[in-house]
């Protein structure tokens, strides 16, 4: 069983700044791919951003240039940092780690972009 624990989360204002991270625990199967997802009240979950286990990236076209994903796969730990914040990112983000043998999720952190 995999556990995934997000911290970071908080009210920034517009064009500040936040760094999300996430710890995971348990059985770590490589290859897999780490990642971002947010949601807001009533739409789906979005990709955000993922980075593979060999540091293959992909990001959300709206957060490409402001949004940076990274990974530490000595301490199966996965990191974003958020730029030039806006308050279109205002979402609860959750972590993500998927491989062959499962799709786990965090409990979700709140983002809050506002003035």
């Known amino acids: 069983q995999v556990q995934l624990v997000e911290s970071g989360g908080g009210l920034v204002q517009p064009g500040g700044s936040l760094r999300l991270s996430c710890v995971a625990s348990?059985?770590?199967?490589?290859?897999?791919?780490m990642g971002w997802y947010r949601q807001t009240a009533g739409k789906e979950r979005e990709l955000v951003a993922t980075v593979s286990s060999s540091s293959n990236t992909n990001y959300l076209d709206s957060v490409k240039g402001r949004f940076t994903i990274s990974r530490d796969n000595a301490n199966n730990t996965v990191h974003l940092q958020m730029n030039s914040l806006k308050p279109e990112d205002t979402a609860v983000y959750y972590c993500?780690?998927?491989?062959?043998?499962?799709?786990?999720w965090g409990q979700g952190t709140q983002v809050t972009v506002s003035s």
């Open positions: 993500n780690l998927r491989s062959s043998m499962y799709n786990a």
């Open positions: 348990g059985l770590i199967f490589r290859p897999n791919v």
